[in-house]
RNA sequence: GGAGAGUUGGCCGAGUGGUUUAAGGCGCACGCCUGGAAAGCGUGUUUCCCGAGAGGGAUCAAGGGUUCGAAUCCCUUACUCUCCGCCA
């Protein structure tokens, strides 16, 4: 979350970078609320602090005067102490009120927007950072959308995950499986070759996490939330892997932190329907790979160009045709500070689908998680937290089986083919 | 699931209601010493809030409670370990 220091220092910055947003002058009252909320947070506080200093004062004369045998004068400052507490209580519930508000205040105020993200509220807001400059896979009258293709070629069952699960859990077989696992690998490989340390992460997580990376509260809804043991399914890796660095002070010397994980991701996508949610462009479980760095402030932008490059350089060696967009304000990400979007063109259905979000949240997250390192002037110092999708499977077997599709059978990208251990699907 | 024992600073570890400072050690930083180093000696070393500073407050897993005063006593929760049960 934002800094109150920085809204108030700052306070124009932030009122142009929520506008961006879609913030009217109405829901920027929120940043007004704030500080009136430390205002009275810090008086409360100053208040109490000087009466609990009174009464442990006062407490360790009640010691000594103990110690001495003068038990008169003992209980009479007892008395006196006592008088303090409810002033002491009264004070305590105002302070814990003051910082609940401060809270809740803060919690719902999303990230400022980098001078580079375009203002806006559509889609059509959103700026074509890069558009692609190669050619179109030419598909024949009879090319079929990637779910005639599974069903064709066996290779994904959405019937049976709907049968088992409900819709949106779609059961990959024989070489559909198999191309599944061959991408997992492939982009971890792609990603341990860029120094990426690879983990496995827990798959459910609690709700600190879910804070921490932000989440909740205000995604609270699009989680899968196991009630019985209060943890949710996790949404992407970003969640778990970012919370390894939860409550942690590194030293400036520990970057660059990189880390790279695979783990299904689970979506309720509440509200979801028609042609969106067609085969795969939409569904509840989806695998993909995740890269998360922990970066320097003063790094962190370079950092982002580099992921770029990397999620950039899978999409050429799978041969999609793929363009990138920077998130307009009211596209981006409550955490985010800027977001570029990759989509590739899946031939059949003639469009584009997103399959990777690069994200640069500068201090959000970490501010929310504690995640700090110790800088070149002793401080300590909030990192910058970035993640990106490299990257969600389930589109890219969907333009990967349309674009590559033949009458007879779909080929296999010839970078992939070591990992399937075949060439086509027939 | 049942029973028991635990959780103290970067790490180890003492501390069963009060005598301004959470003992001591290790590690780390700086200084002295040295030709240089080691050893030795000295000083410093959790994090957060308020404050220009001096300083004040919070912090002994988390949250409540008892008390003039809680690391210490009570309650709840989380986690760790041991044993039993179940189990891929």
């Known amino acids: 979350m934002l800094r109150v220091p920085i809204i108030r220092k700052e306070y124009d910055r932030v009122r142009t970078g929520l506008r961006k947003r879609g913030y009217d002058d109405d829901a920027l009252t929120i940043l007004d609320h704030v500080l009136k909320y430390d205002d009275q947070r810090k008086q409360t506080q100053n208040e109490l602090d000087e009466l609990l200093s009174i009464?442990?004062?006062?407490?360790?004369n009640i010691g000594a005067l103990i110690g001495q045998g003068k038990k008169e004068e003992a209980e009479a400052l007892k008395t006196e102490v006592g008088v303090l507490k409810k002033s002491i209580e009264q004070l305590e519930n105002q302070l814990r009120d003051a910082k609940e508000k401060l809270n809740d205040a803060l919690l719902n105020i999303p990230?400022?927007?980098?001078?580079?993200?375009p203002a806006g509220t559509k889609e059509s807001d959103n700026e074509l950072f890069k558009a692609w400059d190669g050619t179109m896979p030419q598909l024949d009258e009879s090319a079929l959308p990637h779910w005639e293709l599974a069903?064709?070629?066996?290779?994904?069952?959405?019937?049976?995950?709907?049968?088992?699960?409900?819709?949106?859990?779609?059961?990959?077989?024989?070489?559909?499986?198999?191309?599944?696992?061959?991408?997992?690998?492939?982009?971890?490989?792609?990603?341990?070759?860029?120094?990426?340390?690879?983990?496995?992460?827990?798959?459910?997580?609690?709700?600190?996490?879910?804070?921490?990376?932000?989440?909740?509260?205000?995604?609270?809804?699009?989680?899968?939330?196991?009630?019985?043991?209060?943890?949710?399914?996790?949404?992407?890796?970003?969640?778990?892997?970012?919370?390894?660095?939860?409550?942690?002070i590194l030293n400036a010397d520990e970057f660059p932190i990189k880390v790279t994980g695979y783990t299904p991701c689970f979506r309720r996508e509440a509200g979801s329907y028609g042609a969106h949610v067609k085969g795969l462009n939409?569904?509840?479980?989806?695998?993909?790979?995740?890269?998360?760095?922990?970066?320097?402030?003063?790094?962190?932008?370079?950092?982002?160009?580099?992921?770029?490059?990397?999620?950039?350089?899978?999409?050429?060696?799978?041969?999609?045709?793929?363009r990138i967009l920077r998130l307009c304000g009211g596209d981006l990400g409550f955490t985010s500070a800027i977001t570029y979007d990759f989509e590739v063109f899946s031939a059949a259905q003639k469009k584009w689908l997103e399959v990777s979000s690069v994200s640069n949240f500068e201090t959000y997250q970490s501010n929310r998680m504690k995640l700090r390192f110790r800088n070149e002037a002793g401080k300590n110092q909030l990192a910058h937290t970035l993640n990106g999708s490299a990257l969600a499977l389930a589109r890219i077997v969907a333009a990967l089986l349309e674009n590559y599709q033949k009458s007879d059978g779909i080929d296999i990208p010839e970078v992939l083919v070591p990992y399937t251990g075949f060439e086509?699907?027939?």
């Open 111 to 117: 990230n400022v927007p980098h001078e580079l993200v």
């Open 55 to 60: 009464r442990t004062q006062k407490s360790k």
């Open 282 to 322: 939409r569904v509840h479980q989806f695998d993909k790979v995740e890269i998360v760095r922990i970066e320097h402030p003063d790094h962190s932008y370079q950092v982002l160009d580099e992921m770029l490059a990397h999620v950039e350089s899978l999409l050429q060696k799978l041969g999609l045709p793929y």
């Open 151 to 248: 069903k064709k070629y066996n290779i994904i069952d959405f019937e049976i995950g709907a049968k088992i699960t409900g819709s949106g859990f779609p059961l990959y077989r024989g070489k559909g499986s198999k191309l599944q696992r061959a991408l997992i690998n492939f982009f971890l490989e792609e990603a341990g070759k860029q120094g990426y340390e690879e983990i496995i992460p827990p798959l459910m997580v609690n709700a600190d996490s879910g804070m921490a990376t932000g989440q909740l509260p205000d995604k609270e809804g699009q989680m899968y939330h196991v009630t019985a043991d209060d943890l949710y399914l996790i949404p992407t890796a970003e969640v778990p892997i970012t919370n390894i660095y939860r409550d942690t």
């Open 424 to 426: 086509r699907i027939e």
